[in-house]
C-alpha cells in the first residue's frame, strides 16, 4: 500500500508539470517573515483622521501656580470661531465625561443633553480633573477647603480655577475671552469656589445642585444625623486616584448590610476604611464644629459680595444636594447687585440636565428639564458670555409650582413674607385623633400620642429591600418621591391627616415642623415628613389613586437641638421643643387632596441607627447602647405641635 502511494504522488506530480507553462519553475522555497519592527506595532505618535468630525479634541495639562498640573479635555465645536468658554472642573474623569458616546464624529454624541446643547449654541466645553484625580497631578482633598487653617498650602479650587481660566483665555484662539463655570454635585461645588475671588474673565457662572454645607442638609450629614449611606461613595472616591476601588457587600439588602455591622465606625473598620483619611475624619467629626462651619460655602460666599452673575439651581427632590443651591442664593442675594438668580426644578439631583418629564410614579406633562435649559440656562448664559446678546429676561427666581405643574416667576425666595403674606406662616396644628388642623389651634384639653422606636427594627427609609445607591438596578434617584403608605401602616409613625380640602393650599419656602416631644431615652432622632395624599380614586391614573407624595421630609438629631456644635443628652421624660426645617417647596395641594404629616425616630438605613442613649461617641456606639424608647408627641395647649407652612394667600 505504501509503493501505491507514492506512485499516486509521482503521477500527480506529473500531471502538473505537464499542465504548467513551460517557462514556470516549480518554488518550494518557504516566504520569509517578515522581522518584528523596533519598538513593537505601536507608533511613538498617531494622528488619527478626524474627516467628518464636526469638533476639535484637545488635550492639555494646564500648570498651577504650585507648578502641578491639570488635566484638561477641550472640545472646539468647528463652527464657533470666537465663542465661549463653559469649564466643568470634576473629580469624576473629565475624559470620561466629555466622551460619553466613545469619542464619535458628532460631538453630542460625546456629552450629556445640557452639554449637548450648550454645543449646538456655539460654546466650547472644557472639563478638567481636579488636582489629585484621574489625569491630574497633585494631592485630592474631598472639598479641599479654601487656604487658612483647614488648608494650609498655597492652593485651593478658587486658585485653580483662578489659574485654569487665565490659561484658557490666553490658549484657545477660538474664545472670546468669555469663561463661565458649570457642574452638577462636587462639579457644583467647584463652580462655586471660583467665585471667590473670581478671574476678570469669568463672566458667568451655573452650580447645579452643589455640595454646600456637607453637616446640615447636604451629602454626609443631614441636622447631625449620618448619612451611612454614603459609606461607599467615600469608599470609591478617595481609595484610589482614579476611583475605580469596587465597593462589595455581601448582602442585597443594605438594610442587612448595616444591621450586620451596627454603627457606622463598625462597618468602616471591617471595610478597611480607617486607612482612608477623610473617612477618618467623618469619624472624628460629628458635631458641627468649626471643621465644618468653615468650609461651608454659603458662609464663605457672604463674605464678599458676589460679583459674578450666578444661576444657582436646585432640585426639589434632590436625594443627596437638596440644602446647597437655595443657601447658597440667601446668603448672596442681599449683596449680589442683581448677580444672584434661583431655580427650583421638580427634580432628582442632576436631572435638570437631562429628561425631566417625570420622577418615578409623578408625571410633570411636559420635558421640565428640556424647558429649563431652553427659557433660562442658555439665555443666561448667553446675556453674559456672548458678544452683542441682548439681555435675557430671567426672574430672580424661577420656579416649577408642583400640583399645578406649571413653570412661575417670583420677585425672591422664599415668598412667605415677601408678597401676599400678612403673617408669613401659617400654623398647621396636630391634634388628637391623628387629625391636623390648618391654622386652628386644637381644643383645651391635655394630650400627646405616643411610640415605641425600637433601634432592632428601624424603620426603613423606602420599602424593602434597600439597594445600595449605585447598585445596579437601584432606583436611589427616586427615593423621595416614594408612596410613603409603606410607613404609615407602621406602629413606630404617627399619622396626622387634614380633611379632604375643598381649597387649594399653596405653600413656597421652608416648612418648620415644632414639636413638644418627650422621650424615655437620653437622646432621639426625630423625622418629619410633609405629605400630599392624593384622592383615593384618580381616574385618569388608577395607580395613583391615594398616593401619597412626599413633599417635603428632614432629620434631626435631638443631641444638637441647642447647639449643632455641641452634643447634650436629652432629659428623659420631659418635654423638649424641637424645630425641624424641611427643605424647600413651591407646591400646591389641591381640592380634592389631603395634607399629611408623619413622625418617626429612625430613617435606616440612609441615616445611622441612633442608640436612644447618650454615648460621647455616636459614631461607634456599641450593641449595648442601642435601646427601645418611648417618643411622645404633644398637642397640649402650651405644648401644641405644629408645622410652619409658608402659605401663599
Known amino acids: 500500500m505504501r509503493m501505491k502511494s507514492i506512485e499516486a504522488l509521482c503521477a500527480a506530480l506529473l500531471i502538473g508539470t505537464a499542465l504548467a507553462p513551460a517557462t514556470a519553475q516549480l518554488d518550494l522555497k518557504v516566504a520569509t517573515v517578515a522581522a518584528i519592527p523596533p519598538g513593537g506595532d505601536v507608533p511613538k505618535a498617531f494622528m488619527p483622521v478626524r474627516t467628518g468630525y464636526d469638533y476639535v479634541k484637545r488635550t492639555v495639562m494646564i500648570p498651577m501656580r504650585d507648578g502641578v498640573k491639570l ?271 434661583l431655580v427650583l426644578g421638580p427634580w432628582h439631583h442632576g436631572q435638570g440636565n437631562g429628561d425631566g418629564s417625570r420622577l418615578g410614579a409623578i408625571d410633570w406633562g411636559s420635558d421640565t428639564g428640556r424647558a429649563f435649559r431652553q427659557d433660562v440656562l442658555i439665555p443666561f448664559l448667553d446675556s453674559h458670555l456672548k458678544e452683542g446678546a441682548p439681555r435675557a429676561d430671567i426672574a430672580p427666581v424661577t420656579a416649577f409650582e408642583t400640583g399645578t405643574n406649571r413653570w412661575v416667576r417670583h420677585a425672591d425666595w422664599p415668598l412667605a413674607c415677601a408678597t401676599g403674606c400678612a403673617t408669613g406662616m401659617t400654623p398647621l396644628y396636630l391634634t388628637a385623633n391623628s387629625g391636623l388642623s390648618l391654622g386652628i389651634a386644637p381644643a383645651a384639653s391635655a394630650g400627646y400620642d405616643e411610640y415605641v422606636s425600637d433601634p432592632a427594627k428601624p424603620v426603613t427609609y423606602r420599602q424593602r429591600p434597600n439597594m445600595s445607591p449605585w447598585a445596579p438596578g437601584s432606583t436611589w434617584r427616586q427615593w423621595l418621591v416614594d408612596d410613603q403608605r409603606f410607613a404609615a401602616g407602621r406602629p413606630d409613625v404617627l399619622t396626622y391627616s387634614t380633611p379632604v380640602l375643598t381649597a387649594p393650599v399653596k405653600i413656597a419656602g421652608q416648612a418648620v415642623a415644632h414639636l413638644f416631644a418627650s422621650t424615655s431615652g437620653t437622646d432621639a432622632d426625630w423625622v418629619v415628613k410633609l405629605i400630599d395624599v392624593y384622592p383615593d380614586i384618580v381616574p385618569a391614573k388608577p395607580e395613583m389613586g391615594g398616593y401619597q407624595l412626599a413633599v417635603a421630609m428632614d432629620v434631626l438629631r435631638a443631641r444638637y437641638r441647642d447647639d449643632p456644635s455641641k452634643a447634650t443628652p436629652v432629659p428623659a421624660g420631659q418635654v423638649v421643643p424641637y424645630a425641624v426645617t424641611l427643605p424647600d417647596a413651591d407646591h400646591v395641594f389641591l381640592p380634592g387632596h389631603r395634607i399629611m404629616v408623619q413622625v418617626q425616630s429612625s430613617w435606616f438605613p440612609l441615616y445611622d441607627r441612633n442608640p436612644q442613649t447618650f454615648v460621647a461617641d455616636i459614631m461607634d456606639a456599641k450593641p449595648a447602647d442601642y435601646v427601645k424608647a418611648t417618643q411622645r408627641i404633644h398637642h397640649a395647649p402650651g405644648q401644641a405641635s405644629y408645622i410652619a407652612l409658608p402659605v401663599m394667600r
Open 71 to 341: 488635566h484638561t479635555v477641550i472640545l472646539v465645536p468647528n463652527a464657533v470661531k470666537r465663542g465661549p468658554i463653559m469649564l466643568d472642573r470634576t473629580p469624576y474623569n473629565a475624559d470620561s465625561m466629555l466622551a460619553r458616546g466613545g469619542g464619535g464624529p458628532l460631538i453630542e454624541q460625546n456629552l450629556s443633553p445640557a452639554y449637548a446643547e450648550l454645543a449646538r449654541a456655539g460654546y466650547i466645553i472644557v472639563g478638567q480633573d481636579v488636582r489629585g484625580k484621574d489625569g491630574s497631578q497633585g494631592d485630592y482633598v474631598m472639598n479641599r477647603p479654601l487656604r487658612g487653617p483647614l488648608n494650609t498650602t498655597r492652593v485651593d479650587h478658587a486658585t485653580d480655577a483662578y489659574d485654569t481660566i487665565d490659561w484658557l483665555v490666553k490658549h484657545i484662539p477660538e474664545s472670546n475671552g468669555r469663561v463661565g463655570t458649570i457642574g452638577t454635585s462636587y462639579d457644583g461645588f467647584t463652580a462655586l469656589m471660583s467665585l471667590i475671588n473670581p478671574h476678570p474673565a469669568l463672566k458667568a457662572s451655573v452650580p447645579i445642585n452643589p455640595m454646600v454645607d456637607v453637616w446640615k442638609g447636604d451629602d454626609w450629614f443631614h441636622n447631625g444625623a449620618f448619612r451611612q449611606e454614603m459609606m461607599s461613595y467615600v469608599y470609591k472616591q478617595t481609595a484610589t486616584k482614579g476611583s475605580d476601588a469596587a465597593w462589595f457587600t455581601t448582602r442585597y439588602d443594605d438594610y442587612d448590610s448595616f444591621m450586620a455591622h451596627g454603627s457606622p465606625a463598625a462597618y468602616g473598620r471591617a471595610m478597611g476604611m480607617t486607612a482612608l483619611p477623610f473617612w477618618n475624619r467623618l469619624m472624628q467629626h460629628p458635631a458641627y464644629d468649626a471643621f465644618w462651619s468653615e468650609q461651608a460655602v454659603d458662609k464663605l460666599l457672604a463674605r464678599a459680595p458676589l460679583t459674578v452673575p450666578t444661576l444657582f439651581v436646585d432640585s426639589l427632590w434632590d436625594q443627596e444636594d437638596i440644602y446647597g443651591a437655595p443657601a447658597a442664593y440667601a446668603a448672596t442675594k442681599a449683596h449680589g447687585g442683581g448677580n444672584a438668580h
